[in-house]
């Protein structure tokens, strides 16, 4: 469990008004959106903002990073951002497969939305205060799903107020009411009240930098070969299952498998859950409906 | 008018409505695809009173516009990459038709090797068809740009094509601050000096032998060096109307005492003015020389600006593959047959998207830095 100890005296505070903040979420979480209402925000405010999406796979499940910048001047960085001030980190899931602690400052905040805690020994071995909501659970009880997938941007934003005092939740409020309406306001509030703060050391060994060698590309060619795209399994937000009782075999479910994550073993189908994104495409093409789908527990 | 935060391909949508643009024709690509989905929600909801013609290719994008603006109107694309390589043919149409058209370039890499980000590359590839090319490195120099473009190509002096280009996702997906000021009156009615006139009927477009071929081209290459000149005065008449400096031909940041100077064009140009300030914290004088209009190229007036640097460093977010960097290049020419020329140096960076960072600039003037192709992302 957490070891919190109060820190109070070693904190630094920032005296330079400029504030870097970088978001950490799994596309269709709202990871741009949250960075975008929290630069209007703190523009708002009266400050000077910048939000920057970066888009990679753009596709659900898969990640996504952005970033948003906040000053008291004008703002002339036009690149991402390597050492931010603030971390919000809507899936707990992401801390797989990217090291979203990167560059973080000492004496920085971060949010986890996770229904969970973190273990001391994920966070870095520097001063960090923490806000940790369960940003899934807030947007259920709020009912805030869209299309079968629990909003969590609204609840980050709702924790990151509690430890970044420069923006009032009153300014957040205004604009998230009239882009997403009361429903999304309530579940600002609830994760804002129901947000733990703590300060904490992290005690995470330092990974050794790997620098990533040169490497000659002579076409842009690609080999197939399982796993190129990354651990993929970890994109999903509903697990296929296959109920053996009634799957007759017929393959239905290998042919249309996008991913090629659906094989035959002994006779069985079976599904590969390291690359299965999740789209079940499966359990609607199969004639006998022996696929059902199961909401992943994340982290 | 109060300032707003929005992307730059928002600003856009915003400076084209604003401009009194009358048609947009288009066709969808990443990163500029914003611009005209913004512009058909402004049509729709009645905030625009303009024609928008949907079309199959990019090709037929600029055949609508340059249609529509041989009738009268002031038409606008956008497009970006692939799209602006479809378009080759129909661009230099548009130059040698005469149609100031006012098209929008989210900068983007080409390829196979799918790459839908930043890089130059685009349009610097079609330095040569006769357009007026503007880079930007801000929203709000966006969106100025947009009007400024169409005072530019519709005067009687020019009557030339303009494009803006800006780098795609770093400036056309990043939300900034953008003062939308009302630009109706700065713009102006469009009074075209000849149109397709069913009264009068003409033939545009026509056969042109030998005899005449050169004299349109010869009128074409000075209508670009008229161009400064009235990039020069539309530049003062902004400022005067908006209280707000928005260069055209290029911007010198700290470059009347400088020992050194960086050159770049686009959205990198702002890091490297925070490296110019961190580089004359520890002692070395360096400045900027940002080049926001590269066709026609201001070479003179380049020249003036350098010619007491002992050395340039000019950064390129694009390569001309079998030479160098196009700025670099043209740098280097203009400088030619001047008795005292700096030393100058190039680099290629940024290529397809890869992040460009104050550290860069920095590192070159120090001396850290001893490939001509950056291809580290240092911070």
């Known amino acids: 469990m957490f070891d919190c100890y109060d820190l109070f005296d070693e904190v630094q505070l920032f005296y330079v008004m400029k504030w870097e903040i970088r978001l950490h979420g799994r596309g269709g979480q709202g990871v741009v959106t949250a960075s975008k209402i929290i630069a209007e925000a703190a523009f708002a405010e009266g400050y000077q903002s910048q939000s920057i999406p970066f888009f990679g796979a753009e596709r659900r499940g898969s990640p996504v990073t952005a970033f948003t910048r906040i000053s008291e001047h004008e703002i002339r960085e036009r690149s991402q951002i390597y050492h931010p001030d603030y971390l919000l980190i809507l899936d707990p899931l992401v801390m797989r497969t990217v090291d979203v602690f990167q560059g973080l400052k000492s004496g920085g905040g971060v949010v986890i939305s996770s229904p969970s805690a973190i273990e001391r020994d994920v966070f870095p071995n520097i001063e960090l205060t923490v806000g940790l909501v369960d940003g899934v659970g807030v947007s259920i009880r709020n009912d805030l799903v869209v299309a079968g997938n629990p909003v969590v941007n609204i609840p980050a934003i709702g924790a990151f107020l509690r430890i970044f005092p420069e923006i009032s939740i009153e300014c957040v409020e205004k604009i998230v009411l009239e882009k997403f309406g009361n429903r999304s306001v309530r579940a600002l509030y609830s994760s804002y009240d129901e947000t733990e703060v703590f300060r904490i050391r992290g005690s995470r060994e330092k990974k050794k930098e790997e620098r990533k060698k040169p490497e000659k590309v002579w076409i842009p060619a690609s080999k197939p070969a399982k796993g190129v795209a990354g651990i993929t399994g970890y994109w999903r937000d509903f697990r296929p299952v296959i109920d053996y009782g009634r799957c007759t075999g017929c393959l239905n479910c290998w042919i249309h498998c996008p991913e090629g994550s659906i094989s035959r073993k002994n006779g069985d189908v079976e599904i590969d859950y390291t690359f299965c994104k999740g789209c079940l495409v499966c359990l609607a093409v199969c004639p006998r409906k022996a696929i059902s789908s199961e909401r992943e527990v994340s982290a | 008018m109060k300032e707003l935060l929005l992307t730059g391909n928002q600003a856009v949508a915003h400076a084209v409505r604003n401009s009194g643009v009358e048609v947009v024709s288009a066709y969808p690509i990443t990163p500029s695809t914003p611009v005209v989905e913004e512009i058909a929600k402004m049509v729709e909801r009645g905030e625009m009173n303009a024609k928008l013609i949907l079309v199959e290719s990019e090709h037929s994008a600029m055949s609508a516009c340059i249609g529509a603006s041989l009738g009268g109107v002031r038409a606008f694309t956008a497009t970006s990459s692939h799209g602006l ?260 140096c190039g680099y290629v960076v940024g290529l397809g998207g890869r992040d460009v960072t104050s550290e860069i600039f920095e590192n070159a003037v120090t001396g850290r830095i001893n490939s001509e192709w950056v291809m580290e992302v240092v911070v």
């Open chain 2, 85 to 344: 390589a479809y378009m080759h043919e129909m661009l230099h149409y548009a130059v040698n038709a005469r149609t100031p058209v006012v098209m929008a370039v989210a900068n983007r890499a080409i390829g196979p090797g799918w790459n839908i980000w930043a890089d130059l590359s685009d349009s610097m590839s079609q330095r040569d068809v006769g357009w007026i090319q503007l880079y930007c490195e801000s929203n709000q120099e966006i969106y100025d740009s947009i009007a400024m473009a169409y005072r530019v190509a519709e005067h009687e002096d020019v009557i030339l094509p303009v494009m803006v280009c800006y780098d795609g996702f770093v400036l056309s997906h990043t939300s900034m601050p953008v003062k939308p000021d009302d630009l109706r009156e700065f713009t102006g009615e469009y009074e075209p000096l000849w149109k397709v006139d069913f009264e009068n009927p003409e033939t545009h477009g026509n056969i042109l032998p030998p005899d005449y071929f050169m004299e349109l081209r010869y009128e074409i290459c000075r209508s670009h060096a008229a161009a400064l000149k009235i990039m020069e005065r539309v530049e003062r008449e902004f400022y005067e109307t908006f209280s707000r400096r928005t260069p055209l031909i290029f911007e010198s940041y700290r470059l009347d005492d400088a020992d050194v100077a960086i050159v770049t064009a686009g959205a990198i140009s702002s890091e490297a003015k925070i490296a110019v300030d961190s580089l004359r914290e520890k002692g070395v004088r360096a400045g900027l020389l940002r080049i926001r209009c590269f066709r026609p190229l201001p070479s003179h007036r380049i020249v003036q600006a350098l010619r007491d640097v002992e050395r340039v460093y000019v950064f390129d977010r694009s390569v001309s593959v079998g030479s160098e960097g196009q700025i670099f290049q043209e740098l280097r020419s203009a400088f030619y047959g001047f008795q005292s020329s700096p030393e100058i």
